[in-house]
């Protein structure tokens, strides 16, 4: 099994920017990619950022924070980081780590195809 822990979440200031860290431990060998993903009150659990976790790490953001968030890894350390910029109100959420073993790379985006995630960890922005 996989398991992840999430760190870094916190109040900011619009324009302020935040780093989540996710550290993985147990088989992480067939995780074939991370993702973050955030659901705000009301709200679906919305895709932000996915990696692959072997390989040269290739990665995909959503509009909404593309320019913005940055996904990193560190297999050595087991991490995966979050970094985020210019952050807005409209960002706040609590944001989950997740890893997949899924091969299928064109449903990474979907958070249903993840079968291990994170505690959740919440980013609030204000204005």
């Known amino acids: 099994q996989v398991h992840l822990v999430e760190s870094g979440g916190g109040l900011v200031q619009t324009g302020g920017s935040l780093r989540l860290s996710c550290a993985a431990s147990g088989r992480t060998i067939h995780v074939n990619a991370m993702g973050w993903f955030r659901q705000a009150p009301g709200n679906e659990r919305e895709f932000i950022a996915r990696i692959t976790w072997s390989g040269g790490g290739s990665t995909v953001y959503a509009d909404s924070v593309k320019d913005r968030f940055t996904i990193s890894r560190d297999n050595a350390k087991n991490t995966v980081d979050l970094q985020m910029n210019s952050l807005k109100p409209e960002d706040t959420a609590v944001y989950y780590c997740?890893?997949?073993?899924?091969?299928?790379?064109?449903?990474?985006?979907?958070?249903?195809?993840?079968?291990?995630w994170g505690q959740g960890a919440q980013v609030t922005v204000s204005s």
């Open positions: 997740a890893a997949t073993d899924s091969s299928i790379w064109y449903r990474w985006q979907n958070s249903d195809y993840y079968n291990y």
